[in-house]
């Protein structure tokens, strides 16, 4: 049994709970895959609608994994309960995004400085103007340092957190297509979490940061597999452990 309170979507099953950083891919069995492959002595800590909360400790350290489902409805409502209920002071995004620019490749890493965003998920804050969705600089330096560590080939900038995955571009010209509008802006790529996880971040007084692997290449048209994308983002995972560890005591 577990102190820790029930909510609608969470419900903690052993005494260990969450770590002071949780890890969120958005599919459950890349959160097991997480857990089985890179935490000692992990254990199933939530399985409500089966999404898989696991916690066991990387390098000495206490972290947690824990999937989001896909959208930002969904890394809303977790992101939401983690930080608020549980305890949680960091939650890295680690999944999968689409490039758009020409020098970013499959497999390469992109850190989300920024999420701009075609959701009105910044409604419910009734803010004056537009509020721009950016990721905690601590988090986001020390992902520097690790991706550096850790060998990858990585890019820092914005990604697009979109409501819509398939978006209706027939009959459009290219120069009226969104997708080319961000690529011209710069933004790296396109994700479907970052921006509310980031602003949950910013309401709450916490800590988010997004971290993806390309696994397809928008205007390229080259992919990888499903299974690739539960399992071989290795270095991703790697990168996001470690600066669990490095926020530990910060």
């Known amino acids: ?11 903690v099953t052993d005494e260990i709970g969450f770590g002071k950083t949780v890890l969120m891919p958005g599919d459950p069995l890349r959160a097991k895959f997480i857990a089985e492959n890179f935490l000692e002595n992990p254990v199933l800590v939530n399985n409500v609608r089966g999404v898989q909360g696991h916690t066991g400790w990387y390098k000495g350290v206490k972290v947690s994994v824990m999937a989001s489902g896909m959208g930002m409805p969904a890394i809303g409502i977790y992101s939401h309960e983690l930080f608020n209920f549980f305890g949680v002071e960091n939650i890295i ?7 758009i620019q020409d020098h970013i490749n499959l497999y390469d890493i992109v850190i989300a400085q920024g999420a701009c965003t075609d959701s009105n998920w910044a409604s419910q804050f009734h803010l004056p103007g537009t509020f721009a969705p950016i990721a905690d600089y601590t988090l986001l330096s ?3 340092k690790a991706a550096q560590a850790n060998g ?6 914005n990604v697009n957190s979109s409501d819509v995955f398939y978006g209706d571009h027939a009959g459009v010209p290219e120069g009226l297509d969104s997708v080319y509008g961000l690529k011209k802006m ?4 396109l994700e479907m979490e970052a921006a509310a996880l980031y602003m949950n971040a910013a309401r709450y007084g916490k ?5 993806c692997t390309i696994s397809d290449h928008v205007l390229k048209g080259v992919e990888t597999t499903a299974a690739e994308r539960q399992t071989a983002f290795t270095q991703m995972m790697k990168v996001a452990l470690d600066v669990a560890v490095a926020m530990e005591n910060k």
């Open 186 to 189: 710069g933004v790296m790529a």
């Open 93 to 99: 995004r680690v999944g999968s995004a689409g490039s």
């Open 142 to 144: 020390e992902a520097v």
């Open 207 to 211: 800590r988010g940061l997004c971290i």
């Open 152 to 157: 990858a080939t990585y890019h820092v900038g």
């Open 1 to 11: 049994m577990s102190n820790y309170p029930a909510t609608p979507h969470i419900n």
